[in-house]
């Protein structure tokens, strides 16, 4: 059984940082491959940003290119997300997830194996 714990999201104002980070127990971390999902107030979830087992692949929603970094340190079996310059629209509560599929699976949609409970992350304008 996989368990993933998120933290790291608060209140800040648009124009600012946040880093969450999603640490996970379970040997199989290091061969799953990992992703960052938001669901916003009466929105359906959205994939936000997965990355391969390696670390060497990634992809990302087109609303946050150029402003999120999703990256995993496999050694303290810990996933993160950097998000800089953040809009009111990234508003959402934000969760983890993995599974054993292959990155292009979730990208097309496919629903990771287990999920964490989220962490809220509120930007103001």
């Known amino acids: 059984q996989v368990q993933l714990v998120e933290s790291g999201g608060g209140l800040v104002q648009a124009g600012g940082s946040l880093r969450l980070s999603c640490a996970a127990s379970?040997?199989?971390?290091?061969?799953?491959?990992m992703g960052w999902y938001r669901q916003a107030p009466g929105k359906e979830r959205e994939l936000v940003a997965v990355?391969?087992?390696?670390?060497?692949?990634?992809t990302y929603a087109n609303s946050v290119k150029g402003r999120f970094t999703i990256f995993r340190d496999n050694a303290k079996n810990t996933m993160y997300l950097q998000m800089i310059s953040l809009i009111p629209e990234d508003t959402a509560m934000y969760y983890c997830?993995?599974?054993?599929?292959?990155?292009?699976?979730?990208?097309?949609?496919?629903?990771?194996?287990?999920w964490g409970k989220g962490t809220l992350v509120t930007v103001s304008s």
């Open positions: 379970g040997s199989i971390f290091s061969r799953n491959t």
């Open positions: 997830a993995t599974g054993l599929g292959s990155l292009s699976s979730y990208v097309s949609g496919s629903r990771m194996n287990y």
């Open positions: 990355i391969s087992a390696s670390g060497g692949s990634t």
